[in-house]
């Protein structure tokens, strides 16, 4: 079948030369498909931290390390610590205005603002801990890294998607909000 083929066909990418430096560029359109991703009530709940293994602490470079993939995070020029803050959806009311008055959400100005402050808004602040608690969150935030991905694949680069036993020490160690839940480590680099 051709579909098989090109499946078959298809490059490694996890494996990544880890003296060949990733441009800040390359990284920057990666971060900013992701932000650009579909996001209910426009949140954008997805945040990253970029780490450059040359330049990233000790403290840091043991904190992402994982038993079982370790090497590739070890090797990767670039780690990037996607994690969804629980924070941003507490502002989900302000994102949904700026919406509205930038005559993005409805027609009438005013009847919008109207149905999102008397309908809308209400809803979503009663639906809030199950919202929390669904995964809706989690697949929005893994649209956003699909679509780095993708940019990355585009640009040349080679990505690797791991998860981590140490969120507590990651999220210590680069300061991390409270409310931040590590999603996972992408490394970065070419293939």
């Known amino acids: 079948m051709e579909v098989q083929e090109a499946i078959g066909t298809r490059r ?13 560029e390359k990284v920057q359109k990666m971060l900013e498909a992701a932000r650009l991703a579909s996001f209910w009530g426009n949140v954008q709940a997805l945040r990253a931290v970029v780490v450059h293994r040359e330049t990233a602490s000790e403290d840091v470079r043991k904190s992402l390390f994982a038993p079982i993939a ?7 020029p670039v780690v990037i610590v996607w994690y969804l803050d629980y924070a941003a959806l507490d502002v989900q009311g302000d994102r949904l205005r700026e ?3 930038a005559r993005v959400l409805g027609v009438d100005r005013q009847k919008s ?5 008397n309908v809308i808004l209400p809803f979503f602040e009663g639906a809030m801990p199950h919202i929390k608690q669904s995964g809706l ?17 585009d640009l040349g680069l080679g990505t690797a998607c791991l998860g981590t036993p140490n969120e507590d020490l990651i999220r210590k160690n ?17 293939p």
């Open 12 to 24: 490694t990418y996890r494996f990544l030369l880890p003296h060949k430096p990733v441009e800040l």
């Open 70 to 76: 370790g090497f590739q995070i070890e090797q990767a």
């Open 99 to 101: 919406l509205v008055n």
């Open 113 to 117: 603002l109207e149905t999102l402050e």
């Open 137 to 153: 969150t989690d697949l929005d935030c893994g649209q956003g890294i699909a679509q780095a991905t993708l940019v990355a694949i």
């Open 174 to 190: 680069l300061g991390l909000p409270d409310s931040a839940k590590v999603l996972i480590l992408m490394c970065v680099g070419y």
